[in-house]
């Protein structure tokens, strides 16, 4: 079962604007990662937030994780067409601390 | 350079017929996972190793098997392909320091598209 849920499932926007895309999930976590995936390729991390982490900064890229609410967002600033790919969020269950679940990706498109 | 390394990168095959990915990392990961990518379905996982000799089942293990006896070396086989199978498929690698290795980063490889006839 999915953990960890995306939205919007697609996004597009022009170059120079901020994209958000948020992240559901289910059960208590432990940390909660973000990832980036250009077509078809291999997944590139981004960023790692712990659970007593509220907000985390990597360049242009923020994170916010509310626990109370189970959910995440990630921002980009200033987007640029190279971040043009899937993004996807990514949990444990807060127990085994052995297993990662992947949510199933926001495709963000950004034309110049 | 640290990477993950997985052959062969696109792979046809038919029904039955058994094969064998291979997946390597040159970091000394002790952790390593294999997933699948399916359209509207994400990234799942098949099975993961937490060190040498060390597997378990992920959340879709059925029709796969998996060995880990060295630590850079992950092979993921299909002992009787179908074509349900068909899918784009990840190897990944990460460190396992204290809590686990959900703590860390997870490296991938570059994926492999199998499509089973």
């Known amino acids: 079962s999915q953990q960890g849920e995306e939205d919007p499932q697609a996004l597009s926007i022009q170059e120079g604007e901020n994209a958000t895309m948020n992240c559901s999930y289910k059960t208590s976590i432990n940390n909660l990662q973000w990832y980036r995936q250009n077509s078809g390729r291999g997944l590139v991390h981004l960023i790692l937030?712990?659970?007593?982490?509220r907000e985390k900064h990597s360049g242009r890229l923020r994170v916010t994780l509310d626990t109370s609410k189970k959910s995440s967002s990630l921002l980009i600033t200033a987007s640029r067409a190279a971040d043009t790919a899937s993004y996807f969020c990514?949990?444990?269950?807060?127990?085994?601390?052995?297993?990662?679940?992947f949510g199933t990706g926001t495709r963000l498109q950004v034309t110049l | 350079e640290a990477q993950v390394t997985q052959n062969p990168r696109y792979l046809i095959t038919v029904t039955g017929k058994k094969l064998t990915v291979t997946c390597s990392q040159n970091m000394n990961h002790e952790y390593m996972s294999w997933y699948r990518q399916d359209p509207g379905l994400g990234l799942r996982q098949i099975y993961y190793s937490m060190n040498v000799e060390v597997t378990d089942k992920g959340d879709v293990p059925e029709g796969y098997k998996v060995s880990r006896k060295e630590k850079r070396n992950f092979p993921l086989i299909l002992e009787s392909p179908s074509p349900n199978q068909t899918s784009l498929y990840f190897c990944?690698?990460?460190?396992?320091?204290?809590?686990?290795?959900?703590?860390?980063?997870?490296?991938f490889g570059p994926g492999t598209r199998l499509t089973v006839l």
């Open positions: 937030i712990r659970s007593n982490e």
């Open positions: 990944a690698s990460s460190l396992v320091t204290s809590g686990g290795p959900i703590y860390n980063e997870q490296f």
């Open positions: 990514a949990t444990d269950d807060g127990g085994t601390a052995s297993k990662l679940t």
